[in-house]
């Protein structure tokens, strides 16, 4: 017997009023408090980074390899899944999330060899946010030079 759309809907009101809830504003909280610690961080790096003589301009790439060597340490050690689940979108959305991105894919295929595995399927999760990125970067210099004259 094939389901109506009306009992379907009845059954998804009474999954919802009966369901667990979902804790919303404590989820919030923790991506706020994770995100902002792992900018702190950040920060920190490159507040260092400026006090042994840098600038600010050149500090930012080292900060960012430096976050992202972070990120890859965490996630080899189990870490980084930890503070992902604690943080949710506060840890993934940082550099930091980039990084466990490639590393954990990189991890799950190790036993498939370098190449076939750890090579191949290392970006199945950042090669599309890489080349998306790389696309959205060339489109706005363009329109930027189109606006500003070369």
Do not use: H, W
Request: glycine share 14%; proline share 5%.
């Amino acid at each position: 017997m094939k389901a109506s759309g009306e009992q379907t809907r009845r059954y998804l009101e009474l999954v919802a009023r009966r369901g667990p809830k979902k804790p919303v504003l404590r989820n919030a909280v923790m991506a706020f408090l994770v995100g902002g610690a792992i900018c702190v961080v950040g920060q920190l790096i490159l507040n260092i980074l400026v006090a042994r003589g840098m600038t600010p301009q050149s500090a930012a790439p080292p900060t960012s390899a430096l976050m992202v060597a972070l990120g890859s340490l965490l996630t080899g050690i189990g870490l980084y899944d930890e503070i992902g689940r604690v943080g949710g979108m506060g840890a993934a959305l940082p550099i930091t999330g980039f990084a466990n991105s490639i590393v954990a894919a990189a991890m799950e295929y190790k036993r498939e060899g370098f190449i076939l595995g750890v090579g191949a399927r290392m970006f199945t999760v950042a090669g599309p946010v890489i080349v998306y990125g790389l696309l959205a970067a060339v489109l706005a210099g363009l329109v930027t030079l189109l606006l500003r004259g070369a």
